[in-house]
């Protein structure tokens, strides 16, 4: 196995450089070590009887299974004798270590000649105060389709005790607070340690150890990804910690902004990642980053923004918002029946999302568009084949924003007459619109902003750009085959939407 071989090659690399004494510079690569295997405990049954973790369900037919493991050990902190640099190329050392028990959550195929021996592995995102599987809520039926395994992990110390504060009711705490019959074991001891942990995590997902997390699963592939804060964790992964410990086979950065997460942290000193901090070229494992218009402009995502290379690839697309209907209630009963198609695609009924934002949200393509990302990373992965190229959206720079309390330059998206996105990935939602879908600011409670906009158009301008309904309908045909053709929409989501097309009302004003 690849990864194997990489143990292998860096034992001999590390003898090498313990033997010569070489020191190697800011600017270079640390020679790689062989991560620790942690104990693994599971599947875990007790409390509730159930994993602590927001998902969609699975039908009774899926021929997939839920299961939770825990894993614990001693988790190494990271330090840089350098300033972290912009263009990523970060030698890191040890700091210290410390005891860990987190969790896993599993789903997987029962069967394993279902299985195609590729395993996405989620870093659980915990922006809300609690665990969330956001990549996993938007992509999961591409994942079942093509018979991968999908395992979220909490690697960071909010989701397993809590944090002060969450949103949408659920209680403050974490899982240990949440479920103390099942969850009393664990513990974190910071987020300076959660690299670490997300790197043993793999090691136990690959079958290292004595207890084997994926039950009767040989997997082949290790695919890791996060969303949102999550992503800024996945960017200073990628950039720090990959190099020396080759778990992963690719990597999926999802929603990024212009920085990246501190590779240290109170209690330890902090060691802030700089913006923009780009994703390190020299590095030979497929890195895709996948970016809505909420990203690239208002969170400041265009100031990293870097060519696409052998093994770095950029998706910015149009029409889509960093959260948005689909993410906040569609995705939890999405069984691909074509349900959340017809809802987004119903001008007429606009949601103002899960958290009652002032205006209706984005009822964009981001589910759809990423589906089609990872599946061409999974065979970019498996095969070498790259992801087509992205067209970048069109921007101009705007004000500072505020991310996390730290400053940061935001982007203006340059729009068209309807209110859509130039430039990007372009799908029907905005290349036959009966609405503007947007990645801007919405406003009312807490995360809203995150949400996007969705302003369905009257009337009027209905019937000035479309002179009937068999007009629309073709206009929006066209583009999804086109979208099909680029390879930025899977036949499946093209299937369902050309069928949800023709059940929603018309005009729609």
Partial sequence: MQ???RYRESAILLALALVAAVVVSSGGMAAAVEPPVPTVTGPVTGGTGEPSLLRPGLAPDSGYVTEESFISGDATAYTSAEALTSDGRWTVTPASAAPYTTRMVVVR??????????????????SAGFDSPAGYLLSHLVMLREGMAWVGVSAQAVGVQGGTTTVGGVPAGGIKAGDPGRYASLSHPGDSYSYDIFTQ???AIRGDGDVKPLGPLKPKRLIATGESQSATRMVTYVDAVHPIAGVYDGFLVHSRFGGAAALSQAPLPAIPAPVPTLIRTDQRDPVMVFLTETDVGPLGAAAARQPDTKHVRTWEVAGTAHADAYTGQLSFADVGDGEAERKLLDVTNPSRGPLNCDTPVNSGPQYAVLMAAVSHLEEWVRDGAPPPTSPRLEVA???ASTVGGVSVPSFVITRDADGNAVGGIRTAFVDAPRSAVTGEFNSGGTFCRLFGTATPFDAATLAQRYPSRDAFLAAFRKATKQSVKAGFLLPEEARKQLAAIEQVPY???
Avoid: M, Q
Avoid at 109 to 126: A, H, I, Q, R, Y
């Fill in 3 to 5: 990864t194997r071989r």
């Fill in 109 to 126: 195929p029962s069967d394993p000649k279902d299985f195609n021996g590729t395993v996405v592995v989620e870093w659980l995102n915990v």
């Fill in 201 to 203: 995590a793999g090691r």
């Fill in 397 to 399: 720079p705007g004000p």
């Fill in 507 to 509: 005009p729609g004003a």
